[in-house]
């Protein structure tokens, strides 16, 4: 048994030249089988074999630096070539462990990279302030500007429930015209880019992000298209300023979510 496993980052249609260091600062080097370049480095097993590996993904800090280098590697080869990313810690006992992957997946690997060609991922996230649509509600809605009048003059008690009324209500037009706001958004995108999938919300702990996401979409598109994207971010973000709606654009990212499986025989 050897001192190393092999990390692979991606899998590529051409070898190609690579200076990138990977994780843990190792060199990333290339197998090659069946036609398909994998991109791969060579990381000490006392790090990363199943039981160290286990104890190290719940360690915070390492697990960012190893996803970060991993995503490193993945960004440089994507502006050079078309990948196909594969998962974080995706090991292999040896170089012969990676070729048998490249010719026993050979037709769906290159399915995928031909189904992936010219094209990339794009995030795009529906952010709203939703202190200020409730504001915006207050101030608009038919209804709670009845109740806030009829709360005048009431008692303490008739004024509370009144009030209640009128919490529920701004609650649910919120609820109401946030998702269609990020309907909205959805169909807007649908109709610009090749394929579109919505992703749980982010953490904002996490991401660092204030508000409510209401979007988290995942796009893929032609690089042709991008320009596309951004209008259809930009028109929207402008139309609901008033409501405090931020459209975030990130990318280009590894085409995680969009690849393909076995060909259709």
């Given at each position: 048994?050897?001192?190393?496993?092999?990390?692979?980052?991606?899998?590529?249609?051409?070898?190609?030249?690579?200076?990138?260091?990977?994780?843990?600062?190792?060199?990333?080097?290339?197998?090659?089988?069946?036609?398909?370049a994998a991109?791969?480095?060579?990381?000490?097993?006392?790090?990363?074999?199943?039981?160290?590996?286990?104890?190290?993904?719940?360690?915070?800090?390492?697990?960012?630096?190893?996803?970060?280098?991993?995503?490193?590697?993945?960004?440089?080869?994507?502006?050079?070539?078309?990948?196909?990313?594969?998962?974080?810690?995706?090991?292999?006992?040896?170089?012969?462990?990676?070729?048998?992957?490249?010719?026993?997946?050979?037709?769906?690997?290159?399915?995928?990279?031909?189904?992936?060609?010219?094209?990339?991922e794009w995030?795009?996230?529906?952010?709203?302030?939703?202190?200020?649509?409730?504001?915006?509600?207050?101030?608009?809605?038919?209804?709670?500007?009845?109740?806030?009048?009829?709360?005048?003059?009431?008692?303490?008690?008739?004024?509370?429930?009144?009030?209640?009324?009128?919490?529920?209500?701004?609650?649910?037009?919120?609820?109401?015209?946030?998702?269609?706001?990020?309907?909205?958004?959805?169909?807007?995108?649908?109709?610009?880019?090749?394929?579109?999938?919505?992703?749980?919300?982010?953490?904002?702990?996490?991401?660092?992000?204030?508000?409510?996401?209401?979007?988290?979409?995942?796009?893929?598109?032609?690089?042709?298209?991008?320009?596309?994207?951004?209008?259809?971010?930009?028109e929207f973000?402008?139309?609901?300023?008033?409501?405090?709606?931020?459209?975030?654009?990130?990318?280009?990212?590894?085409?995680?979510?969009?690849?393909?499986?076995?060909?259709?025989?």
């Amino acid at each position: 048994m050897t001192e190393e496993l092999v990390w692979a980052y991606c899998v590529a249609g051409a070898p190609h030249g690579v200076s990138e260091s990977g994780v843990e600062g190792r060199p990333v080097e290339q197998v090659e089988a069946a036609g398909l370049a994998a991109l791969v480095s060579r990381v000490p097993r006392s790090e990363f074999a199943e039981d160290a590996l286990r104890r190290n993904l719940n360690d915070l800090d390492w697990l960012a630096r190893v996803a970060r280098a991993h995503e490193d590697v993945l960004e440089h080869v994507l502006g050079e070539t078309t990948i196909v990313p594969l998962r974080l810690c995706t090991l292999f006992e040896s170089e012969d462990g990676v070729r048998r992957m490249l010719e026993q997946e050979q037709a769906a690997l290159a399915h995928a990279l031909s189904a992936l060609s010219g094209r990339d991922e794009w995030g795009v996230k529906l952010i709203l302030n939703k202190a200020t649509l409730e504001e915006a509600i207050l101030e608009t809605s038919p209804e709670a500007v009845a109740m806030r009048a009829e709360m005048e003059g009431k008692s303490e008690g008739g004024a509370y429930l009144i009030r209640r009324r009128l919490e529920r209500h701004v609650r649910d037009r919120v609820d109401a015209l946030a998702a269609a706001a990020a309907d909205e958004l959805r169909a807007e995108l649908d109709r610009c880019v090749l394929a579109c999938v919505t992703r749980p919300p982010q953490n904002p702990e996490l991401s660092g992000y204030t508000g409510a996401m209401l979007l988290n979409a995942a796009c893929l598109v032609d690089r042709g298209g991008v320009e596309s994207v951004r209008q259809v971010a930009s028109e929207f973000e402008t139309r609901y300023a008033h409501l405090g709606a931020r459209v975030e654009l990130t990318g280009p990212w590894p085409p995680y979510n969009f690849v393909p499986g076995e060909p259709d025989s």
